[in-house]
């Protein structure tokens, strides 16, 4: 059965500064990696995903994630955040019957 | 813009009574699901249909909630009798099928006292 562990619940971070949220998974099988937003009251937003070909992944707003199979990973990358990134952030793997399955989510506070 | 609709945004309500959700998938996707988010549970995926056939429904509760397709352009999430651990917020996705895709609606606030 698939798995998705985000490493930590919340990241404070200064505008400006560059951020990393950690996304780790496990699967017997090939896998599709999503990352999704969530702003406060709104539905999740696709941020990118990982589908095959290159293993690093560029998606909207300035992120990035780089998908490492060896290490079972996705972590997701801004260089340069800024207050509007303050969000919840939802790692996703592909399971084998159809469905996605979601992490717990990362709080990015982003601190002027 | 395709979006995925939800109706109401908001719904309060009191223990025991009928609840009815419903989705609008994008057009041409053939895939919908129906999840739960809580502060407690996080998001929790409750029912999904391929097709408008119910593929998974584990998630659910069945003695009080149902989901149903009537036809490709509606999804439909009921729960009957409501209590008040049902309130959160309850997130219609679709997606086209087979890249695993999956686009959220705006969700509804359901609150049961």
């Known amino acids: 059965a698939q798995s998705v562990t985000q490493l930590d619940s919340q990241v404070p971070v200064f505008e400006e500064a560059p951020v990393e949220l950690r996304c780790n998974y496990s699967?017997?099988?090939?896998?599709?990696l999503f990352w999704y937003v969530q702003y406060p009251n709104q539905g999740l937003q696709l941020l990118l995903k990982?589908?095959?070909?290159?293993?690093l992944v560029k998606g909207i707003n300035g992120f990035e994630a780089e998908f490492n199979k060896s290490q079972t990973s996705f972590h997701l990358r801004k260089p340069s955040v800024h207050i509007s990134d303050t969000a919840e952030y939802f790692c996703?793997?592909?399971?084998?019957?159809?469905?996605?399955?979601f992490g717990q989510g990362t709080t990015l506070q982003v601190k002027p | 813009d395709a979006r995925v609709t939800q109706t109401p945004r908001d719904k309060v309500t009191e223990m025991g009574q009928e609840v009815t959700m419903r989705c609008q998938p994008i057009?041409?996707?053939?895939?919908v699901f129906w999840y739960r988010q809580t502060m407690m549970q996080g998001l929790e995926l409750l029912a999904y249909?391929?097709?408008?056939?119910?593929?998974?429904d584990s998630g659910m509760p069945k003695d009080r909630f149902s989901a149903e397709m009537p036809d490709a352009t509606l999804a439909t999430l009921k729960i009957q009798p409501s209590e008040p651990r049902d309130s959160a917020v309850y997130f219609c996705?679709?997606?086209?099928?087979?890249?695993?895709?999956?686009?959220f609606g705006p969700g509804t606030r359901l609150t049961v006292t």
């Open positions: 996705a679709s997606g086209p099928g087979d890249s695993y895709e999956q686009y």
């Open positions: 699967s017997s099988v090939s896998v599709y």
């Open positions: 990982y589908l095959s070909g290159s293993t």
């Open positions: 996703a793997v592909s399971s084998d019957t159809g469905k996605l399955i």
């Open positions: 057009l041409g996707h053939n895939t």
């Open positions: 249909f391929r097709n408008r056939a119910p593929l998974d």
